[in-house]
């Protein structure tokens, strides 16, 4: 695990660790993201369902706790998530349309969403690229951190359209590995 790290500290400033196990099956590798989160900093992303959730992921150490649309129960639960720490980033999950339970989360446009989301206080949001060019627009009008996931070579495209960072998707990922 150091060794990896150490590799991406050189190149990164900060490193995204996607937790499936809690994604998925709502058991978050707590130990392993911390051994991660010790290297360097990182966004981490363990499956926040209910706002108790949050401090799961916070003492992983991680700089920020992602809290995604297709985990989170509903948006009462974000709010008492940020009630407990600032540190979270919001990601929209998207799939022909915003990936959630909850059809309020859902059935919105990612305009309403976004705002919603603002005015909790919530100043990170990241999105998939496809709706980068509509959350570019929202962060002129709302001021807010951007993060989009796309590949590296997109990187520069997107940084003109106002991203503030990029979550390389085609840098390398644990497929397979448990």
Do not use: W
């Not at 590949?151 to 940084?159: C, D, M, T, Y």
């Amino acid at each position: 695990m150091g060794e990896s790290a150490a590799k991406l500290s050189g190149e990164y400033d900060t490193i995204y660790v996607q937790d499936e196990d809690g994604i998925f099956k709502n058991r978050p590798q707590l130990d392993v993201a911390r051994e991660v989160c010790e290297e360097m900093p990182a966004l981490y992303e363990g499956g926040v369902r209910y706002s108790q959730n949050l401090i799961d992921a916070l003492i992983t150490g991680a700089e920020k706790a992602v809290i995604g649309t297709a985990t989170l129960v509903n948006v009462e639960e974000l709010e008492g998530a940020f009630k407990l720490s600032e540190n979270i980033t919001f990601k929209v999950d998207f799939r022909d349309g915003i990936v959630s339970f909850d059809p309020d989360i859902a059935g919105r446009a990612l305009i309403d969403l976004i705002r919603d989301v603002h005015d909790i206080g919530i100043s990170d949001i990241v999105v998939p690229s496809s709706l980068a060019e509509e959350a570019s627009r929202l962060k002129k009008e709302l001021g807010f951190s951007l993060g989009v996931f796309a590949s590296v070579k997109e990187s520069v495209r997107l940084s003109e359209l106002g991203a503030d960072y990029v979550v390389a998707d085609d840098y390398g990922s644990r497929d397979g590995d448990d």
